[in-house]
Every structure is written in C-alpha cells, then in structure tokens.
C-alpha cells in the first residue's frame, strides 16, 4: 500500500510561505533561516520555488531521490527543484502545454546550477533509446562548452555566467527530447580586455594555457605562462577548488560529443590564442610633418604570430591599427590613429572577435542540437539569465541587466496573477482584484520608442556633432525630469541639488528592486560598440576559415554605409523577443538566492539575503498569492488527510470526496467564511484555519497511535503465549520421542550382543567339527596313497632298477635346456643391446657362446634389410669415416650423431646460387660454406665449396663467382690436425696444372664429412689413386713458390670457443685449438 504524504508533515519552518504567519519581511527570512540551519534549502512560494545556495554537495540529488519525486504531486512531498522540474515536464507530456522555468537571481546565487539540475532531472525521467540518449547526452555537454567561453570567476562566484542563456528544449509527442535550441544574451565582451581586481578573464583562457599539450600549444604559438599575457589578471590566476586542466579535457570531450569536428575545435583554439596574442601588441607614437602623433606596432613579433594563426598579411593588420578610412557617400578619407586610439581599436577588435567566435559556438551547438523530426514539437523552456545587479559603480551593462530584470518582474507577475485568475475562474470561485505594484511605468521609462532612456541614448550616439557621454545626461535631464522614477542632480525642479549621495556625472533610476545609481561614463561608448572598418575588413581578408563568417561586414562587394544598430537596440529587440516567447507558455520560476558574500557553507547573512528578497519581490509575490484564499487543496488529498477528525469520515468514507469534505468540516466547527468549495478543490482563505486542522490532526494521529499500539501489544502478547504454547506441546512431543528412541536403541545394541556371542558360540562348535572330518579324510587319502605305492613298487620293482636312471637324467637335462631357451625370449631385436642371459650350468658353455653369436648375425642381418640405398650409402660413409678418424681426431666423437646432409647450402632450391648450380656439369655431391686462410695475416674469407665426383670448387659467397675449380685427380692428398679443429689442407700434386697457385688451406664445421666423400671418391674411382689421409699436428703447405708450416697447438680460455689461426713469421702459421 502507497503511504500518503505531504508538505506538512515534518516540516522545518513552514514549507510554502502562502502558510507563513504573520507574513512580513523579518518573519520571511527567519523562515529561510530556519530551513537553511537544517539544510532545507529550497521553500515554496505557491508554485514558486526559493533556492539557497548552499556552498557545499548535499545528498538530495541521487538517483533515488529522481524516484522518489516522479510522478508525485508538486504539494505531497518537500519543497526540491525536482519537485518544479517533474510538474514542468509532466504538464508537457500529458496536457500539451509548453513550459519555460524561469531562474533569476543574483551573481553567486546558483542559477547555472539550478539549471543543470533542472536538465539532468528531465534527462533522467524521460525515454530511454540510442538515439534519445544521445539527444539528451549532447544537450546536457552544451553546457560544459558555454561554461568555459561565457563564465568567469568573480568576486562573488567562482563560475559567474557573464552571458544571459534561454534554451528551449523540444519532446515529440510521448515525451522523449528530440533536440533543441539555445538563445545568448548580452555576453560581458569587455572582460576580455580588462577586469576588475580578484576576478579573471574567461575560462577558456587558462583552460587552454593549464590543460592543452605541449605539441597544441607549440603550434598556437603559447606559453604556458599567465604572466605573458596582458590580457589575463595574475592575482587570482589560480583559483582553489578549479581544475583547469581538468576542465580543458572536460570541455574537449563535450565539443567532440556535441559534434564538432576536430578542425573545428583547433580553429576555434586558434582564435582564443589569437585573441592573447592581441592583447600583447603595444603602441608607440611617431611624430609626422603635420605635428600630429602617429601610432607604430613597438614589438611584432606577437603581431606576425597572431598573423600567421589568423591567415593575415602582418602588413595589412599593422595599416588598421594606424590608419582609420572615413567614407561618406562617394567619398574616402584616410586618417591617422594616435596611440590611444591604436590601444582602442585593438581592445575592440578583441572583444568583437572574441563575442563574434562565442555566438558562433552557440550557432554551431544548436546546428547539433536542432531536432531533425519535422512534425510539430513541445517546447520546454530554460532561462538562465543575471540576476538584478546593483553595484558601488554601475555603468552601461548593470542598466541593461536591470532592464532585463524588470521586463521579467513585469511578466512575472502578469502570469502569477493570471494563473491565480484562471484557477479561481476554473474551481468557479469569485475573483477579487488584487492590489500590487506595477512596474510598466519603469519599463516604459526606459524602452519607450520615443522618450525612453535607451532611444535617447541611441538617438544622442546617432545626432552628428559633439557627443559624450554628459551630452547624453544633458538630454535626459530635459526630457525625463518629472518622471516619478528618475532622478537627477540637475532636473527641472533641482529637488536634488543638495543630495550629496547623487554626483554631477550620475542618475538614479527607482526599480521595483530599489533605487539604483548609474553613472554615465561610458555610456555612448559602449552603446556605439564601434569596430573600424578597416579592422573587419583585415579580418575579411584572413585564410582562417572562421573569419569570413565572423566578420561578413569586411566584405569589399558589400560596403554597407549604414550605421550598424547599437548594443542598446539590439538587445531591446533581444528581450521583446524574449518576453513574447515567455509569454506562450506556461512558466515556472525559480529564485536563487545568496545565503553570504564569502561563499562557505553554514554562513546565513541576515542583511544580504534581505537585500536580495526585496529586489526579487517574493514578500510582495506572497502578498499576491495570499489575496484570496492561501491554501487549496483536491477534495480526495484533504479528505485522506483528515479524515480522522470525524467519527463519519472514518476510517472510510462512502461516497464522494466532497461530500465527505463538507461532513468533515462541519463535524470540526470551521466557520463557512475560512472556505470555499470549487469544483475540485477546497480553498482555505487563512493559515491559521489550516494550522489549527493540523494541529488537531497531530493530536488525534497521537491517541489514533496509542490505541494502534494497545491492539498490536495485545495481539503480539498473544500470538507470543500461543507460541509459547504450541512451542511446549512441540518440544515435549520431540522429548518423548527422543527418550524412546534412546531406549529402543539400548535394548537394541543387548540384543545384537547376545545375538553375536550365542552366534560364535555355534560356529565355532561346527568348525572344530568340520575340522575333524577334514582331519580324518586326508588321514584315510594319506594311508591309501602309501598304500597304492607300495602295491606298484612291488610289481615293478623289477623294472625300475635297469632303466630308471637314464629316464631321469633325460627328462632332467630335457627340462633344463626347455627353461634355458624359454629365458631366451626375453632377448631384444636392436643391434645395440649386447645384454645375454646368463649361463644356467657350466655344460652349456659352448652352446650358450654359439647361440650367442649366431642370434647377434642374425638380428643385424634383419636390421640391415630395413635400409634404403640412401640410408646405407650414409652408413657406409659414417663406417668409412669411423675407420679414418676414431681414436685419430679429437673432432671426430661429436660428429657421429650429426647426420651427413651434403648439401648445406641448397644451392638447388636457392636462387642465389642458381647461377652457380648451372655452371656446375655434375651432380654436387657436397656444398658448404669454408673459410679460405689466407697466408698473409692468417684470417679467413668466406668461400663457397662444391665437391663432385670429378672435381671440387671454390667460389665466392657473395657473388657466387667460381674462384678455382681443382679435378680430383690433381689432389694427393689431405691433412689436419689430431685436435677438435675445423682446419684441413688439401695438397695438389706437384706439376699439375692446378698446382700453380698452391695448395689450399681451409676450414670448415663439417670437417669430418668433407674430407670422408673426399676418400670415398677416391676409393671407389679406378682411373684414380687412393687419396692420402695424413693427421698431424704440424704439417707443410706449398703457398705458391713457399712453403709453411701450419701448427696446432692448445690455446687459453682468452682464445674462446673456436680456433684462431695466427702468423708467426713468413714460415709458420700457428692454430690455436681452446682446451677441451
């Protein structure tokens, strides 16, 4: 079952301040005090809700608590944002209406927070999907982009929005986000060049310089440095609690989900480096003929920098910032900047191009953001707009804000009081007018078209002539001197002339919020908003790809002599637009509130806060809401609510909700002038009526409580005897049982020993029985046995003397040698296995050798025949190379289990050598790679070796170019040494024509194989003698006309793992062979 709730229960203070009494200024922010002390930061005001700023996480908004608000009653929980968000969103899903939340407030007081709460919460409850999901992930990553281009840290927020921001989001029918789009207002451009003492310039200067890689910023041309930036204030560069690194990954990501294209964000980062760059150009004066000063770029380096980021000829750029082009109809004045209008011109080159990128960014985001759907849309509206602002020094921007602020007072409370009308004319209640002040004569004062403040001030920068800013004061002097809300020191009626709080240079304008004093200083600048023509015209000329968009005006085909409209005038048309689609749906207010100026939790400052519920008129927008009846309620919610107070209500009621109301509020003596009934409500016209049905609600909930707890103690007390109870019979049940149980068991375990003994008892009677009889049949088997023995040794006792001893002996030598030939069986078939059973008895000596042998013949013999020719032909070499070398080279026991492959180098299958392998008329019979000593220093050459049956060759490895061919039989002989090296010498015959150039010293890893085909060639050619083998320690080798002697000796471990061949002199190589 669903538990009811509501506002009232448990509240802190008063919840909805329409029940505040008494209702005045001090109790007003007692009751925001007291909610704020237990972090109750949000009131109602109707459907209005107050919102504290906090400074610090609160755990209110979790997942769970987005449950635990969807889908409620605005009334039936207490005061959240969520509360607002879910009524906003439900009136346009289920009824069709078009919303728009309003949030106001004052620099600090967390309006951009309340915003994204607002968007994460509608995020949260609405449709699910791949692609409704990416809607709502790129709306909710606008605003990390807009954040770091359009905030700031202030002296009164770390993260002040310095731009006004109304998106509007659009659902298709059942309720899913669809896209939207976002309208700025009014960006604070002239931070750009200058900002007061303690705040900074935009975000995304030091996001950039904090969080971009060291490869980004080479090619923006930037240091990490704040310090070498004019335009970047260095007292509070470094802000506690900001990640601005942190924050430039952020941004990065939100760009690439919004959909902006990698070269588009490097452009964009190309203009924000641009616009540093601007910051550091400085001027100097040069005098000319004329006498008058003229401006000069003093460094360039920063102007050719930014030049080459922009696309810009540094020479035209640097002709804008010293000459300024007039034209005037069909004609053309050039004119000359002095250093103070060079200093001008490039601020507001910065700023344009700075505010120009930002809209750009906004009209890049809604072109992602757009809904693509064609069909008609429901509109949620979001404004995050400043708050009223009212400074010791107030200039052109705070009259604009405050402007702005009173147009969304005025609509403020026309709708308040409209929904107030429709509600009482809808529940057909008698509407009374409500008294109120009515700020369209503050409005009007200032956007009048023909004598309002800003058409003066445009009208005053549009006048030829001399203008400034006290002409400017001069005319509104003349013109606005009797309305009740101006003031000045110089009006017609001079009432002001001993005010000292009113200075020469300043008005006063009286708002809804209070009094506040402008000075005009600056006013016709920053209206004028000026941007040389030659400026937008360089910027038109840039190869950058953002310029032409950001500055069409520099067109050359498109002069347009007409004076552009004022910052005034365009956001006078701004606001008009902005209240027209304001007024088209159904609006839903938020106002955030600052609890202090130190921005830290707990700190309540009674003042600051009285302040700021003046400016916001919420005691007056109470007064409204209170005129006529302050509190309603649906007939069904009250009568669930009360129904306890009334014996016939109680506990259910038969019949109608209103019925049931009307019973109820008789029964309880409420005078009939404290309500009314509607159609569908009841309306309670004082709080106090509403308190006093409370209090008597909480009185009878009490004793409704304690007959509650009577019934439940008395039902527990015997539901707990009746356990008792059933729990005795139960365990006495399972006691008895258990003791019968034990006792079955016992006689049991008597039973099964007596049983056991009385058992064992007969068995062993019956084995000393049968073991008796046994007794006696093998006693009778026995005696008959010898007896039938007897009998057959007396009849052939006769024949058992001649013959008995030469069957016995052969039956004996017959089971002998059976044994000794089934012992043979165990005897293996390998040729390798020299096991033999041993001998049984000395006489089978000969036999046992002969079997031995004949069996070893045999199993060879079987072995052999197993081989292929190619296998044998390898045997036969290996035999070969056995009687050459076994017990002569120390070389020759770890080639015995290297197979003799022939071909090492596949010189067939390798097209290296494929050159090589046609020259060759026979088949190569060996192919490896040799080293070739040389006589000179003793080192080697790599050579490529190819034996044949005719001859043997020597080519290069790398170009396998035959270096000598040598027939076989020009060889006499072959010569190494006893030790484990490689070295061979192969020795020609004397006057042989391969014996020229001398014999061949060479060595090789395959040693024992090389020179045993060698002698296998030898051996089996008969028009050839028989190759000579000699195996030496030191032998001679004829190198042409000399001969050396080649020496073998045992090297040191400093000579490693291989032999070196060393010259001693011109007589004697030495090989030094390591140790074994």
């Not at 970047?232 to 690194?245: E, I, K, R």
Request: hydrophobic residues 35%; aromatic residues 10%.
């Amino acid at each position: 079952m669903e538990v009811k709730t509501s506002l009232l229960d448990n509240m802190i203070g008063v919840g909805d301040m329409v029940l505040l009494e008494p209702l005045n200024e001090d109790s007003f922010i007692m009751n925001l005090r007291n909610r704020f002390d237990h972090n109750e930061i949000y009131t109602y005001i109707g459907s209005v809700v107050i919102s504290m700023n906090p400074y610090r996480s609160l755990p209110i908004y979790t997942p769970q608590k987005v449950e635990e608000y969807r889908n409620r009653n605005f009334y039936e929980l207490s005061p959240h944002i969520y509360a607002l968000a879910d009524e906003a969103y439900r009136s346009l899903r289920d009824q069709d209406k078009d919303q728009c939340i309003l949030i106001t407030g004052e620099s600090g007081a967390g309006k951009t927070e309340a915003s994204k709460l607002v968007m994460s919460y509608v995020a949260a409850v609405c449709g699910k999907g791949q692609e409704v999901n990416k809607v709502k992930e790129q709306l909710l990553q606008s605003n990390p982009v807009l954040e770091a281009f359009g905030n700031a840290k202030t002296m009164r927020n770390d993260n002040s929005s310095r731009f006004g921001k109304y998106m509007d989001i659009e659902f298709d029918f059942k309720g899913d986000p669809l896209g939207g789009v976002i309208s700025n207002y009014l960006l604070e451009k002239s931070r750009v060049c200058k900002q007061p003492r303690g705040e900074r310039n935009f975000h995304i200067f030091y996001q950039l310089l904090s969080g971009a890689s060291d490869d980004t910023l080479m090619k923006l041309k930037l240091d990490r440095d704040f310090s070498k930036y004019n335009y970047l204030s260095l007292d509070s560069a470094n802000v506690n609690g900001l990640d601005d690194a942190a924050s430039f990954r952020t941004v990065r990501n939100a760009m690439q989900i919004v959909g902006f294209m990698e070269a588009e964000v490097q452009s964009v980062l190309e203009l924000v480096a641009a616009v540093l760059k601007l910051g550091n150009i400085e001027f100097k004066p040069e005098s000319r003929v004329n006498g008058f000063d003229e401006s000069r770029v003093k460094d360039k380096n920063d102007l050719k920098e930014m030049c080459e980021l922009l696309g810009i000829e540094q020479s035209v750029l640097e002709r804008a910032f010293s000459y300024r082009t007039v034209e005037a109809k069909m004609e053309k004045m050039s004119t000359t900047l002095n250093v103070a209008q060079a200093y001008y011109a490039r601020d507001a080159l910065a700023k344009n191009l700075y505010s120009r990128l930002f809209s750009w960014l906004v009209t890049r985001i809604n072109e992602s953001i757009k809904a693509q759907a064609k069909t008609r849309h429901k509109v949620m509206g979001v404004l995050d707009i400043y708050g009223f602002e009212i400074f010791e020094d107030n200039s052109f921007e705070q009259f604009i804000i405050n402007y702005c602020n009173e147009k969304l007072q005025q609509i403020f409370i026309e709708l308040t009081l409209r929904e107030e009308q429709e509600e009482y004319i809808r529940e057909d209640i008698e509407w009374t007018n409500i008294e109120y002040f009515n700020n369209a004569v503050i409005c009007d004062l200032i956007e009048n078209n023909q004598n309002g403040i800003l058409a003066m001030l445009d009208e005053e920068c549009l006048r030829p002539g001399t203008v400034t800013d006290d002409t400017f004061l001069d005319k509104l002097n003349t013109i606005c001197a009797e309305h009740q809300h101006f003031e000045s020191r110089l009006n017609k009626n001079s009432k002001f002339l001993t005010d000292h709080s009113l200075p020469h240079s300043c008005f006063r304008i009286q708002h809804y919020a209070g009094k506040v004093l402008y000075r005009v200083e600056g006013f016709v600048d920053k209206n004028n908003d000026l941007l040389y023509r030659d400026l937008s015209q360089a910027m038109y000329k840039a190869t950058h790809s953002l310029m032409r968009q950001l500055f069409p005006e520099g067109n050359p085909a498109k002069v347009n002599l007409k004076r552009p409209p004022t910052a005034g005038f365009q956001f006078k048309a701004s606001v008009g637009v902005l209240m027209k689609n304001l007024q088209t749906k159904n609006p839903n207010y938020i106002r955030c509130i600052k609890p202090n100026d130190k921005k830290v939790a707990h700190i309540f400052t009674d003042s600051l806060v009285c302040h700021q519920v003046r400016y916001l008129g919420l005691v007056e927008n109470v007064r409204v809401r209170r005129a006529g009846y302050a509190f309603r309620q649906p007939y069904e919610s009250c009568l669930e609510r009360y129904k306890m107070l009334c014996k016939k209500t109680w506990p259910q009621w038969r019949g109608p909700a209103r019925d049931g109301v009307e019973v109820l509020l008789t029964d309880c003596s409420v005078p009939t002038e404290e309500f009314a009934y509607g159609r569908s409500k009841i309306f309670i016209r004082n709080p106090r009526t509403l308190f006093t049905l409370e209090e008597r609600r909480g009185a009878c909930l009490e004793d409704l409580a304690t007959l509650i707890q009577k019934i439940y103690r008395g039902w527990k007390s015997r539901t707990h005897f009746l356990l008792l109870k059933k729990s005795q019979v139960v365990v006495a049940a399972w006691y008895r049982r258990y003791a019968q149980q034990n006792k079955y068991q016992k006689i049991k375990s008597a039973t099964l020993v007596m049983q056991s003994f009385i058992r064992g008892w007969k068995a062993r009677n019956i084995l000393r029985q049968l073991k008796y009889e046994k007794r006696c049949k093998e006693a009778v088997t026995t005696i008959a046995a010898y007896w039938h023995g007897t009998q057959v040794r007396r009849e052939y006792r006769k024949f058992f003397r001649a013959n008995a001893g030469k069957k016995i002996y052969d039956f004996t030598i017959q089971r002998i040698m059976q044994k000794y030939f089934l012992g043979l069986k165990t005897t293996t078939m390998s040729p390798m296995d020299n096991t033999w059973p041993a001998k049984p008895y000395g006489f089978l000596e000969g036999a046992h050798t002969q079997l031995r042998r004949i069996f070893h013949l045999w199993r060879c013999k079987k072995y052999r025949g197993q081989f292929t020719e190619e296998k044998k032909a390898v045997y036969e070499e290996k035999l070969e190379a056995s009687e050459i070398f076994k017990d002569k080279k120390a070389l020759y026991p770890s080639s015995v289990s290297q197979p003799f492959k022939g071909d090492y180098l596949e010189i067939q299958k390798n097209p290296k050598y494929q050159k090589l392998n046609s020259a060759m008329e026979e088949k190569v019979l060996l192919a490896d790679l040799v080293n070739k000593i040389n006589r000179a220093n003793g080192k080697g050459s790599p050579r490529l070796f190819l034996l044949t049956k005719s001859n043997f060759v020597l080519a290069d490895q790398k170009t396998g170019q035959v270096k000598a061919s040598v027939p076989l039989p020009d060889l006499a002989s072959v010569s190494v040494s006893t030790q484990s090296d490689g070295f061979f010498a192969l020795k020609l015959k004397e006057g042989s024509a391969s014996a020229s150039k001398g014999d061949f010293l060479l060595s090789s890893e395959h040693l024992i194989e090389i020179i045993t085909k060698l002698h296998r060639i030898g051996t089996t050619a008969a028009d050839r003698d028989q190759i000579n083998i000699d195996i030496s320690d030191e032998f001679l080798v004829q190198f042409k006309q000399d001969k050396v002697c080649v020496k073998f000796i045992q090297g040191g471990p400093k000579n490693g793992n291989s032999a070196a061949c060393k010259r001693k002199n011109n007589r004697l190589l030495e090989v030094s062979v390591p140790s074994p």
